[in-house]
C-alpha cells in the first residue's frame, strides 16, 4: 500500500513539472526558431547616415517583414507594410527600416530625446544581447528623428550589480540610461525611412556568443495601431525580451563598454523629393 501511495506522488509530481515547462517562458524562447540574420560587411565600406536607404549592400541584407498587428485587432494583418534590415561591421550595428505610409498621415511632434511619443508613429526594437530572456537594451524613434531608449529588466531582475548598471529594483525600462548611437529619418513619396548606426562599444554583450535577442515594434498613431515582429500577443509584448526573436550571424565585435552620451535635441528632419 506505502508502494503505492509513493508511485502516485511520484506520478503527480511528474505530471506538475510538465505542467510548468509548457508555461515557463524560458521554453517558449528556445522553442521560437524565428531568426534574423544580420549581414556582415567586408572591407571599408562609406556609410552615409542620412535615412535614404540608399547603399548598395542594403538591398543585399534579407528583410523581415511579418509584422503582427497586437491593437487594435490582436493577430490582425498590419495595415502598411514594414521593413527592417540589419547588417554590422567590427564596430557598429546598422539597422535600416522603410515604413511604409501615406506621407499626409505620418505624426511627428515631439524633438527632446526620450520624449514620450504618445502622440506620434513611432518604430522601436530591443537588443537581448546577453540571451537571457530577462535583460536588454530599448531604443525608438519618430519619423522627424527624435531619440530615446533605456535599459529594460524583468520584474525580478535588479538595476544594481549587474551588466547594465545600478538603480532600482523590479521590471521596466530605466530611461536615465542615454547611449551613444545615431539615427537619420527621411520622409518617403510610399512613407518614410530610417537609419541606425549603434556602435558595439555602448552596448555590453558577450563576446564569445554571435547571437542576441532582438525584437521590433511598429506604432501608427493615427490608427492607435501597434505591430510586433515576435511577442505579438497581448500578454507578452515588445519590452519582455523573453518572447524576442533572434539575431544571429554576429562575429568579430569590437567589444562594449556601456558609454553613454547627452541627451541632444531634434531641429528639423529631411524629405527625400518625389
Request: aromatic share 10%; hydrophobic share 35%; net charge negative.
Amino acid at each position: 500500500m506505502k508502494r503505492t501511495a509513493h508511485s502516485c506522488v511520484l506520478i503527480l509530481l511528474a505530471s506538475y513539472l510538465a505542467g510548468f515547462s509548457l508555461v515557463n517562458p524560458s521554453a517558449a524562447q528556445e522553442s521560437d526558431g524565428i531568426s534574423l540574420q544580420a549581414l556582415q560587411l567586408e572591407g571599408e565600406i562609406d556609410i552615409d547616415l542620412d535615412g535614404r536607404i540608399l547603399e548598395e549592400f542594403w538591398s543585399s541584407a534579407v528583410p523581415i517583414t511579418d509584422f503582427t498587428q497586437q491593437e487594435p485587432v490582436e493577430g490582425g494583418e498590419p495595415s502598411e507594410k514594414t521593413e527592417v534590415r540589419v547588417v554590422f561591421n567590427q564596430d557598429n550595428l546598422y539597422i535600416g527600416v522603410i515604413i511604409y505610409d501615406d506621407p499626409e498621415g505620418i505624426l511627428a511632434y515631439q524633438r527632446e530625446r526620450d520624449a514620450m511619443l504618445t502622440t506620434d508613429d513611432r518604430f522601436m526594437w530591443i537588443l537581448d544581447t546577453f540571451m537571457d530572456g530577462r535583460t536588454g537594451y530599448f531604443f525608438e524613434i519618430n519619423a522627424a528623428g527624435l531619440m530615446g531608449d533605456g535599459i529594460l529588466r524583468s520584474s525580478g531582475s535588479s538595476w544594481g550589480g549587474g551588466r547594465f548598471g545600478g538603480g532600482s529594483s523590479g521590471g521596466g525600462t530605466n530611461k536615465a540610461w542615454d547611449g551613444i548611437w545615431e539615427a537619420r529619418t527621411a520622409l518617403r513619396p510610399d512613407g518614410w525611412s530610417a537609419e541606425i548606426r549603434i556602435p558595439f562599444r555602448t552596448l555590453n554583450f558577450d563576446p564569445d556568443s554571435d547571437t542576441w535577442g532582438i525584437n521590433f515594434q511598429r506604432t501608427i498613431r493615427r490608427r492607435n495601431e501597434e505591430i510586433l515582429w515576435r511577442g505579438w500577443k497581448r500578454t507578452e509584448g515588445l519590452r519582455r525580451p523573453i518572447y524576442a526573436g533572434r539575431l544571429t550571424g554576429l562575429s568579430n565585435l569590437s567589444q562594449g563598454l556601456g558609454l553613454e552620451a547627452r541627451p541632444s535635441t531634434i531641429v528639423g528632419w529631411r524629405r527625400i523629393p518625389t
